[in-house]
């Protein structure tokens, strides 16, 4: 089946350190592929998102480019800020009548 | 500011109250979805709403019942809740059902059976 694995943390960085989080999928075709961040008390925001192979979605300093030869979205930022501190879910939306399937979520934390 | 809107924010029940959650969008869209979500855990799909009509149902309990009364907005009925249904209830919606349109997500309602 279909499904998403991240790399676990939690995840501690310095200001203005670089941020990868890595996420690799398995699907049986070609799925839509998302990142979303969840901050403190609230629900889930729409960071970036690639529908196919060798696109990079990006936004406000996030990139993430769907592999699709090593079935990977690995989300990075070249210099992160406190308030980037929050929850990372990869999540893939393939042929399922819109369901999406997340990965763990990896939690950020960014110390000044 | 979220596009879609979820009340109450925060909600106590006992396990013999009947009591609902709302959500409201006017994006437009045409699909919409419950989540439930365990504090530090991903969501878990409850039910998927295309074109006012539920198209998914994941296995969940009697004691939820969705309801959507129009193309912006979607209910949940809470009757008869565990203690263990204690979570945060989340309400997305996306332009259509497939793939290719994303889910915009509320700020949720955190609910709490006593």
């Known amino acids: 089946g279909n499904s998403v694995t991240q790399m676990e943390g939690p995840v501690t960085l310095s200001e203005e350190a670089f941020l990868t989080i890595n996420c690799t999928y398995t699907?049986?075709?070609?799925?839509?592929l998302f990142w979303y961040v969840q901050y403190p008390g609230e629900g889930l925001q729409l960071l970036l998102k690639?529908?196919?192979?060798?696109d990079k979605g990006s936004n406000k300093g996030f990139e993430a480019t769907y592999r699709k030869e090593t079935t990977s979205f690995h989300l990075e930022k070249g210099s992160v800020q406190v308030s980037d501190s929050a929850v990372y879910f990869c999540?893939?939306?393939?042929?399922?009548?819109?369901?999406?399937?997340f990965g763990q979520g990896t939690e950020l934390s960014v110390k000044p | 500011d979220t596009e879609v809107t979820q009340t109450p924010k925060h909600l106590v029940m006992g396990m013999t109250n009947k009591k609902s959650l709302k959500c409201e969008q006017h994006?437009?869209?045409?699909?919409m979805y419950w989540y439930k979500q365990k504090a530090k855990k991903p969501p878990e799909l409850m039910f998927v709403?295309?074109?006012?009509?539920?198209?998914i149902n994941e296995s969940v309990p009697s004691r939820f019942s969705p309801e959507c009364p129009n193309s912006s907005l979607l209910n949940l009925h809470l009757h008869a809740l565990q203690p263990e249904d204690s979570a945060l209830y989340l309400c997305?919606?996306?332009?259509?059902?497939?793939?290719?349109?994303?889910?915009?997500f509320g700020n949720g309602t955190r609910l709490t059976v006593t």
């Open positions: 699907a049986t075709g070609y799925p839509s």
């Open positions: 690639a529908t196919k192979a060798d």
């Open positions: 994006m437009g869209h045409r699909a």
């Open positions: 999540a893939l939306n393939y042929n399922q009548g819109g369901k999406l399937i």
């Open positions: 997305a919606s996306s332009q259509a059902p497939g793939q290719f349109s994303p889910l915009h």
């Open positions: 709403y295309s074109y006012e009509k539920l198209s």
